[in-house]
Nanobody, 123 residues
Framework: QVQLVESGGGLVQAGDSLRLSCAAS????????MGWFRQAPGKEREFVAA????????NYADSVKGRFTISRDNAKNTMYLQMNSMKPEDTATYYC????????????????WGKGTLVTVSS
């Protein structure tokens, strides 16, 4: 069983930066692909970014490419999402997820979910 706990959400202004963290329990963290999804009010949950177990492969949604950076520290069992040049349309609850590969995660292949952290971007 893997538990995922997100932190770092909050209220920011357009153009600001924010970093989310996801702390994971379990000894298999370094073998699992990890990722971030988000769900805005009234919308379906969508893929944001994913990273392979080694950190060598990353995958981003077009809407965040060039602005967001996903990373991980396997020694700390923690994954991060650095969000820069934020926009009001980035407002959503952000969920940490674990899966098999970055490609399958992008298609919705998720083994574990966190409970989410709210990010609000004001204009």
């Amino acid at each position: 069983q893997v538990q995922l706990v997100e932190s770092g959400g909050g209220l920011v202004q357009a153009g600001d930066s924010l970093r989310l963290s996801c702390a994971a329990s379990g000894r298999t963290f370094g073998k699992s692909a990890m990722g971030w999804f988000r769900q805005a009010p009234g919308k379906e949950r969508e893929f944001v970014a994913a990273i392979s177990g080694s950190g060598g492969t990353t995958n981003y949604a077009d809407s965040v490419k060039g602005r967001f950076t996903i990373s991980r520290d396997n020694a700390k069992n923690t994954m991060y999402l650095q969000m820069n040049s934020m926009k009001p349309e980035d407002t959503a609850t952000y969920y940490c997820a674990a899966g098999y590969t970055t490609a399958t995660m992008r298609s919705g292949g998720i083994n574990y979910w966190g409970k989410g952290t709210l990010v609000t971007v004001s204009s």
